[in-house]
């Protein structure tokens, strides 16, 4: 069965650096979407993405943070200068040809910034 | 805003109990509703969705139920076993364009042997 896989599983990085994040949607989905969870808190929305540009960001998604879909497979998250309270578990999702089926998330990055 | 709330936030039943999670939502503008199943340190497993034109969807021995008009769904679980044990997250499709997901915090379940 087709699966989001997410890399890396854990990525520990020093406050101040970039970071990025790889997910690779299952392959004929045309939405994308990366959420965090901080420990202990809800699920929140941070970008979604179609036809190769943003289409909603959150508050949350500030100028520190970019996406990309570099090649057509893979679909990335960059923070570029990391804070403390970026610390998360990050997850990424993706959906069919209707925006409203099922989102399927990859098993996510524990993102800590030390 | 929309806001999802989920009760109770922690359940611990013995093992063959049928089980009701619940959880509210405060715009009633919604798409669909999605629960999902995430295990300590871990992924988010989708377990069903529910269009807003339907009123529910089963799915082994889960059963989702949608009242879109007063905000509510409920995740019907039967004859738990302790495999069950993890946390029900409840997930609302935004009425925007985008259909981001807008997440209440959960039921920790616990399921003893």
């Known amino acids: 069965e087709p699966e989001v896989t997410q890399t890396p599983s854990h990525q520990v990085t020093q406050m101040g650096q970039e970071v990025i994040l790889r997910c690779v949607p299952i392959?004929?989905?045309?939405?994308f979407y990366w959420y965090r969870q901080i420990l202990g808190q809800k699920v929140e929305f941070l970008v979604s993405?179609?036809?190769?540009?943003?289409?909603?960001k959150s508050e949350i998604f500030d100028d520190q943070f970019s996406v990309e879909r570099p090649d057509g497979s893979n679909f990335t998250l960059k923070i570029r200068s990391t804070k403390l309270e970026d610390s998360a578990m990050y997850f990424c999702?993706?959906?069919?040809?209707?925006?409203?089926?099922?989102?399927?998330f990859g098993p996510g990055t524990r993102l800590t910034v030390l | 805003k929309q806001e999802v709330t989920q009760i109770p936030a922690a359940l611990s039943v013995p093992e063959g109990e049928n089980l009701v999670l619940n959880c509210s939502f405060t715009?009633?503008?919604?798409?669909?509703l999605q629960w999902f199943r995430q295990d300590p340190g871990k992924g988010l497993t989708s377990l069903l969705l529910i269009q807003s034109s339907q009123r529910e969807q089963t799915s082994g021995r889960l059963n989702a139920s949608l009242d879109k008009s007063s905000g509510r769904s409920t995740l019907y679980i039967a004859a738990s076993q302790p495999g069950d044990s993890a946390t029900y997250l409840c997930a609302v499709s935004d009425a925007g364009n985008n259909r981001k997901l807008i997440w209440g915090l959960g039921t920790s379940l616990a399921v003893n042997p």
């Open positions: 715009d009633s503008a919604i798409y669909n």
């Open positions: 993405f179609y036809n190769n540009e943003i289409s909603e």
């Open positions: 392959s004929n989905h045309l939405y």
């Open positions: 999702a993706s959906s069919g040809r209707v925006s409203t089926d099922t989102q399927y």
